[in-house]
């Protein structure tokens, strides 16, 4: 994350947390979040500076201000002066994790062969929310690659109980093996 989106979505995150609106203002940011993430021809026009500024930041207004926060659209629009526009994931990204901070909120993203069940899900839960004492918001990946076990990441950490890490553990040691 560059500092630019550091500095931008904290400082975002510290206006809307003195307003209490942080809630809010993070759902809006994510929601904006997804629109210009599957529009990139949008997220080009905001950023060509062959577009006046006025034209797109009358484009920010048609499109987002009706429906979001003043706050969240004016952001946008301060992102658009800047022609910092790409930076906006980041930015989003670094309120997340200011909230998430605020709020003793962990997020875990866990990866494995086929969809959780219920039941193997809490347990999970159960166990990380008591490892970590935080609350977890788990982020569920299948990826049929993984063969078995599972992976979790988290706080910047990998926890690898794959079958694949297993067997590539395996391979790493017996190449090094000398006979």
């Known amino acids: 994350m ?3 989106a550091r500095t931008y979505g904290g400082s975002l995150y510290e206006l809307a947390r003195d307003e209490g609106l942080t809630g809010e203002i993070l759902s809006q940011l994510q929601l ?3 629109i210009l993430a599957g529009t ?3 997220t080009r026009f905001l950023s060509t500076p062959a577009v006046t500024r006025e034209a797109r930041r009358a484009a920010v207004d048609e499109s987002f ?3 979001v926060h003043p706050y969240v659209a004016g952001f946008l629009k301060l992102l658009v002066d800047r022609g910092q526009v790409r930076e906006f994931s980041a930015c989003v990204r670094a309120f997340r994790e200011r909230y998430n901070e605020d709020n003793g909120i962990l997020e875990v993203t866990v ?3 086929a969809a959780l069940t219920d039941s193997v ?3 999970l839960l159960e166990k990380l929310t008591a490892m970590f004492d935080r609350r977890i918001v788990l982020e569920e990946k299948v990826d049929p690659g993984v063969l078995g076990g599972m992976r979790l990441e988290c706080a910047g950490k990998r926890y ?3 079958v694949r890490d297993r067997l ?3 391979r790493r040691g017996l190449r090094e093996t000398v006979l």
């Open 2 to 4: 560059t500092d630019f």
């Open 32 to 34: 904006c979040d997804g």
């Open 40 to 42: 990139p021809e949008y």
């Open 65 to 67: 201000g009706p429906q």
């Open 111 to 113: 990866t494995t062969v």
């Open 121 to 123: 899900r809490e347990r």
């Open 160 to 162: 690898d109980g794959t």
């Open 168 to 170: 590539d553990r395996i």
